[in-house]
């Protein structure tokens, strides 16, 4: 009977096993060549913003208080990542508010007050975010050159309070894959808001 709720649900929603599932370390970079929308009015997809050692995708918006709280520390990633040849993409799943706060025109204002220099994508129908079972925003997957995941979830142990984060995970994940090391610790619970799928 279980069993059957839960293939109810998953038909009813369009999620796919996998999204329910999650993305598993050490499975391909999915849809990779799907084309979104960045803010800068390109079409770009998670492939092409990789760079030589990887790419981050990360589920962000422009309201979430845990986007906001954890601002600063996005930026520091995605400039130690750049500077370590790891793309950067931001990728906005939130069509349930596409035409009030995570507009596209909204997503551009956003960026540029945030000084943004990262792509920002559309991630329309929330395929990506079906796709990798991603489920708050922030939230980050690590993929290396090869596009394999690496390292899921929290960018570091405290998004709550940025005063007693003991670990960056995000950041030794990147350190030990440009070194040739195995990422230690290879998934967190990512905290943050509920990604805001259509119905």
Do not use: W
Request: proline share 2%.
């Amino acid at each position: 009977m279980k069993r059957m709720l839960l293939s109810c649900i998953l038909l009813c929603t369009g999620i796919t096993l996998l999204s329910a599932q999650g993305l598993e370390i050490g499975q391909q970079v999915p849809l990779g060549e799907l084309a979104m929308k960045d803010i800068s009015g390109k079409e770009i997809s998670v492939k092409q913003a990789g760079a030589r050692n990887g790419v981050l995708v990360m589920f962000s918006c422009n309201t979430c208080p845990y986007v906001i709280k954890n601002q600063q520390r996005t930026l520091a990633l995605a400039a130690f990542a750049k500077a370590n040849n790891i793309g950067v993409i931001l990728l906005n799943s939130n069509e349930g508010s596409r035409n009030d706060a995570d507009s596209y025109d909204a997503m551009q204002k956003y960026a540029k007050t945030q000084g943004y220099q990262f792509y920002y994508a559309v991630d329309k129908d929330s395929k990506l975010a079906n796709a990798y079972g991603a489920t708050r925003t922030p939230e980050v997957y690590l993929f290396d050159a090869n596009g394999v995941l690496q390292y899921k979830g929290a960018i570091d142990d405290n998004p709550a309070d940025a005063s007693n984060v003991k670990r960056i995970h995000a950041r030794e994940a990147i350190q030990e894959l440009v070194a040739g090391k195995t990422v230690s610790v290879k998934s967190s619970r990512s905290v943050g808001c509920a990604i805001k799928r259509s119905e």
